[in-house]
């Protein structure tokens, strides 16, 4: 077997993406892993500190991996998070992240052969002080980004649906729901993207966390029943043989039906909270669209 061959088996497929909005960010990634013939689910997205919701002026970040060594990819984020979480100010957290990152090269690179060093592809959020930060790394090159960013096999469905949907003037849950929607798309399209999705919300003001993973089944699967609806929109868009009042009446109907469609998820979502709330020792109207509970301040 080539060495090239090799690389191609040895290559881990997934799709990470982040997206920054005026109230903060949101990072998403799948959790399927291939390598070669063989599938494992295991998660890519990693909320600090500790995965637990966070609220208040003090330092969260959010970080999710893509690249052919996952151990590599733990260690790079970890030694990251040692360093970054000791800065005292957005400005020093974000230069610690990125000077340990290209360190960690440095290191590993005197360690393996000359074109051996394992390379990660990583995407994170920095929250502190009212202020969130969205930056990607392609190896020990650290950019920030000021709209989006994808990474994995799966990166041109998602640059691709980033391109169509995304725009600066989008909420924090309507990056969500795009995220939810990117994912929902590479995994049904995209070979090696797979599993369970997950999504990180950083928020300058008010809660961060991991959204809740009930919330995010039963946004994707509105997605996904809306979306198959929508496409006879597009045939009747094109087709000027449909007479205005006609194509009016067809899509009134199905904007009915999606109407009802989304009243129908709500209450189970609605239900489904309830059951989260009532695991976590919360009121259902205690959390918010994300799962997340609400600033204690409320």
């Known amino acids: 077997m080539s060495t090239e061959d090799y690389l191609r088996r040895k290559k881990a497929l997934t ?34 500190p500790a995965g637990r919701p966070h609220e208040g002026p003090a330092l969260a970040v ?52 000359r074109g051996y060093c394992p390379t990660a592809n990583l995407i994170y959020g920095v929250k502190m002080q009212n202020e969130c930060r969205l930056f990607s790394a392609s190896g020990p090159i650290v950019n920030k980004i000021r709209e989006y960013d994808s990474f994995g096999v799966g990166q041109y469905m998602a640059d691709f649906l980033a391109g169509r949907m995304y725009d600066n003037h989008l909420n924090l849950r ?19 993207c797979g599993g369970e999705s997950h999504i990180a919300v950083l928020r300058e003001n008010g809660v961060s966390g991991l959204a809740n993973r009930r919330n995010i089944e039963d946004w994707t699967e509105l997605l996904r029943l809306s979306d ?52 976590i020792g919360s009121k259902t109207e205690d959390l918010d669209f994300f799962g997340l509970p609400l600033p204690s301040s409320s």
């Open 62 to 113: 959010a970080f999710c991996g893509a690249g052919e060594n996952g151990a590599f990819i733990d260690n790079l984020v970890e030694s990251a998070w040692d360093d970054g979480k000791h800065g005292t100010t957005i400005d020093e957290v974000c230069e610690k992240i990125k000077k340990n990152i290209k360190s960690t090269y440095k290191d590993f690179g005197s360690i393996y052969q």
């Open 174 to 192: 309507q990056c969500a729901i795009l995220a939810a929607y990117i994912l929902f798309q590479a995994k049904e399209h995209v070979d090696g």
């Open 228 to 279: 198959r609806e929508l496409g006879n929109v597009l045939i009747d868009a094109g087709d000027v043989g449909v007479e205005s009042t006609e194509f009016l009446k067809r899509h009134r109907d199905l904007i009915a039906l999606i109407d009802s469609l989304r009243t129908n998820k709500a209450a189970e979502l609605y239900r489904g909270t309830k059951i989260h709330a009532a695991f």
């Open 15 to 48: 799709i990470i993406a982040g997206f920054k909005c005026r109230e903060g960010i949101i990072l998403c990634a799948d959790t399927q892993e291939t390598i070669g013939v063989s599938k494992r689910s295991i998660p890519k997205l990693v909320f600090e």
